[in-house]
């Protein structure tokens, strides 16, 4: 086939030309024909600058690899028969992972008869989804794995939002660190300046009359 759909370099329809014509207003407008869709009837080519297409592309695949946010899957290890005080500081820490956009995955340890009592490690799994339920959900439903019974917890945000998120609070809590070491700095300037004005004010010069006994009569 000696036919191209041809599109111009701003994205415009030119229509069905010969792919010599093609060539020639490549040539003209210093472009290059790139073929798209080869497999289209007839196959549809486009006037671009390809150097500058393959730069552009390359830079959007640099840009997406940047932004991507790999993720981290945090293991939390719990007993059935855990107290509340280890309770209480193992969940502060699933919060704080998922909070910074981290999955958690939760591992319920059995030892000894605890095995025969799989209810326990459930009620603790739901009881530790329920509670951190503002910032997390259950991505994997709690399972027996062999001794162990695990459930998988994912963030409501997403790594990126969070990372935002921590980012600011750096940059507020370094706006407020600045903020009042410039108030001290100009407070210790204010109180060094009070006091060079005390140590140059003129002192009154005692007379004749200063150095009398005010007892005496004249």
Do not use: C
Not at 85 to 91: A, C, G, M, P, V
Not at 119 to 130: Q, R, V, W
Not at 186 to 203: G, S, V
């Amino acid at each position: 086939m000696n036919e191209v759909r041809l599109v111009g370099p701003a994205g415009e329809q030119v229509g069905i030309v010969r792919i010599d014509d093609a060539l020639r207003l490549a040539r003209e407008a210093d472009l290059d024909l790139v073929e798209v869709a080869p497999m289209a009837r007839p196959p549809v080519a486009k006037l671009m600058d390809y150097g500058k297409f393959k730069y552009e592309a390359a830079q959007k695949a640099r840009e997406s690899r940047r932004n991507q946010t790999n993720t981290v899957i945090k293991e939390m290890k719990l007993r059935p028969k855990i107290d509340s005080h280890d309770y209480e500081t193992k969940k502060g820490h699933v919060v704080r992972f998922l909070k910074a956009g981290d999955k958690v995955k939760i591992t319920i340890m059995f030892r000894g008869r605890e095995q025969s009592r799989p209810e326990l490690g459930f009620n603790l799994l739901k009881k530790l989804a329920d509670d951190i339920v503002e910032d997390g959900f259950i991505e994997s439903a709690p399972k027996q794995d062999g001794r162990n019974m695990i459930m998988v917890l994912s963030p409501t945000r997403k790594k990126t939002e969070a990372k935002v998120e921590v980012e600011a609070a750096k940059a507020a809590k370094a706006a407020d660190r600045a903020a009042k070491t410039e108030a001290e700095r100009q407070q210790e300037a204010e109180i060094r300046a009070a006091h060079a004005a005390a140590d140059t004010k003129p002192k009154k010069k005692r007379g004749p009359a200063d150095n009398m006994d005010p007892d005496i009569d004249l």
